[in-house]
């Protein structure tokens, strides 16, 4: 029986707040997927990439952070061992509210995301050219691209939120790609979807709309405006948040090269990674929309964990 953990509460099957995600193959008909996402706001595809390239860029990445201490001495990088030692000294001054404090991490991160390696692997064929298939369109990617990483036993979980109160200046025809960056067990803390919530997102959106109406247009942009809560978010109390929308938390186990696309409206969270082989989990965070629709300037910048965004 499944149990999660985030921000100190408990996430778990028995009180009926998990449930299963349901999953698509990328062959099927694309209006049914079509009408599948508007449904449900999400589509879980699987085996949308190539496994062997999806572990390719994972030892890749984790090559490239050897150097700062965060892995296993002796262990191959593509597993994406923690440091133990490194571990202990977490919750004093490794991680604070979900951002990495390790200058040398910080550094290579803020290359990484920047590299052609990277952009290759957000912008690789089998995953545009079913963007542009499903948008009926010409796809843009956003140049802020997010690549995250989460250490075993780290408290480090990402609050519900839905991803058009930090793109509020561009359309609202956004489609976010969730990639998990090698396998990601349900107890590793991967990315979760509140069921149904697109539909709150909306009225939520509009609620936030009014309350903004007479602020200027930069704060009404702004995920941190004065009518927002702390970071955007719109809890860190997920079992509270499920029973308040009479709802569940929708869970996968993700294999390398699955893929999550998900409406910018729709609620979603990740828990803490409470890996029992001590895997640091990996996983990227891409925007697509048509590139005839308004972009949204302030993702046209490399990301940074400081972007204020």
Known sequence: MNTLTAF????????????????????????????????????????????????SFREWVFSNLKDTGILKENTEAKYGIANQELEKNLKNDFFQSG??????????????VKSTKYESFCSQP?????????????SYLHK???????????DNATPAHYD???????????ITAWIPIGDIAIEEGGLMYLEGS???????????????????????INAFNK???????????????????????????YEAGDVLLHSPYLIHASTNNESQENRIRLSTDIRF?????????????????????
């Open 198 to 220: 697109h539909l709150e997102g909306v009225k939520l959106e509009k609620e936030f709309s009014k309350k903004n109406a007479n602020l200027s247009r930069e704060e009404q």
């Open 99 to 112: 951002r990495s404090l390790n200058p040398a991490v910080k550094e290579k991160i803020a290359q990484l």
């Open 144 to 154: 802020r691209k997010i690549l995250r990483h989460t250490l075993p036993n780290s």
């Open 227 to 253: 009518n927002m809560t702390e970071g955007g978010w719109i809890s860190k109390d997920f079992p509270d948040l499920a029973n308040k929308f009479n709802s569940q938390w929708l869970v996968a186990n």
């Open 8 to 55: 100190s509460k408990k996430i778990s099957e028995t009180n009926g707040h998990l449930g299963k995600m349901y999953e698509s193959n990328p062959d099927e008909d694309i209006k049914i997927l079509r009408e599948r996402f508007a449904k449900d706001g999400y589509l879980f595809l699987k085996k949308l990439l190539l496994k062997d390239d999806v572990i």
């Open 126 to 138: 089998r995953l545009t050219d079913f963007i542009d298939e499903f948008i009926r369109g010409i």
């Open 164 to 174: 058009l109160i930090y793109l509020r200046a561009g359309t609202d025809n956004i």
């Open 289 to 309: 929309q048509n590139v005839n629709d308004q972009i949204d300037k302030r993702w046209s910048n490399h990301w940074h964990e400081d972007d204020n965004l």
